[in-house]
T-cell receptor, first 109, second 116 residues
Framework: GQNIDQPTEMTATEGAIVQINCTYQ??????LFWYQQHAGEAPTFLSY??LDGLEEKGRFSSFLSRSKGYSYLLLKELQMKDSASYLC??????????WGAGTKLIIKP | ETGVTQTPRHLVMGMTNKKSLKCEQH?????MYWYKQSAKKPLELMFV???????ENNSVPSRFSPECPNSSHLFLHLHTLQPEDSALYLC???????????????FGDGTRLSIL
């Protein structure tokens, strides 16, 4: 079967750094996406990795290791507005997106 | 108008009612999607349209009926739904599905559906 695993919930402190992990097993691989979803709002695109390594975009970075079926999203200098759910999704060989259940990130002052 | 717009935002209906969800995108995309999002579960892909043609139907019950009159509009017609159909229904769009690569999907804010 195909599945995506990510922690259900994480808590971090404002100003700190947090790493959200995602492991996957899919039939083929055509890229990994991270989305952010605030409560009651649309998921919004954060990052896309198709090659191994780190992609940095401001306070957010995403890492991919295809051999390990593993990715993480790194959030630096956390702000209260970063409280949201973070969704990991992997494209399989049919260009379908397989979604994780999301990680709810709680930021405390 | 920007991005992907879904109406209504909230819908409460009885099991015998018929209603429709509407999605409109202003991004010039050619692929549109319906997803179901239930609490603490992964997004469930329901239907995919590419250039107005339905390309995927993920074993969705016939009480959900999609319609795509053009590349900018997508509807989900609902009838005789069950309580377990209560969820957030998200519409998304992307450039198209024929480019041979994965492109980001842009989502609407969803319709929160409650079945009484």
């Amino acid at each position: 079967g195909q599945n995506i695993d990510q922690p259900t919930e994480m808590t971090a402190t404002e100003g700190a750094i947090v790493q959200i992990n995602c492991t996957y097993q899919t039939s083929g691989f055509n890229g990994l996406f991270w989305y952010q979803q605030h409560a009651g709002e649309a998921p919004t695109f954060l990052s896309y990795n198709v090659l191994d390594g780190l992609e940095e975009k401001g306070r957010f970075s995403s890492f991919l290791s295809r051999s390990k079926g593993y990715s993480y999203l790194l959030l630096k200098e956390l702000q209260m507005k970063d409280s949201a759910s973070y969704l990991c999704a992997v494209g399989n060989s049919n260009y379908q997106l397989i979604w994780g259940a999301g990680t709810k990130l709680i930021i405390k002052p | 108008e920007t991005g992907v717009t879904q109406t209504p935002r909230h819908l409460v209906m009885g099991m015998t009612n018929k209603k429709s969800l509407k999605c409109e995108q202003h991004l010039g995309h050619n692929a549109m999607y319906w997803y179901k999002q239930s609490a603490k579960k992964p997004l469930e892909l329901m239907f995919v349209y590419n250039f107005k043609e339905q390309t995927e139907n993920n074993s969705v019950p016939s009480r959900f009926s999609p319609e795509c009159p053009n590349s900018s509009h997508l509807f989900l017609h609902l009838h005789t739904l069950q309580p377990e159909d209560s969820a957030l229904y998200l519409c998304a769009s992307s450039q198209d599905r024929d480019r041979g690569d994965n492109q980001p999907q842009h989502f609407g804010d969803g319709t929160r559906l409650s079945i009484l």
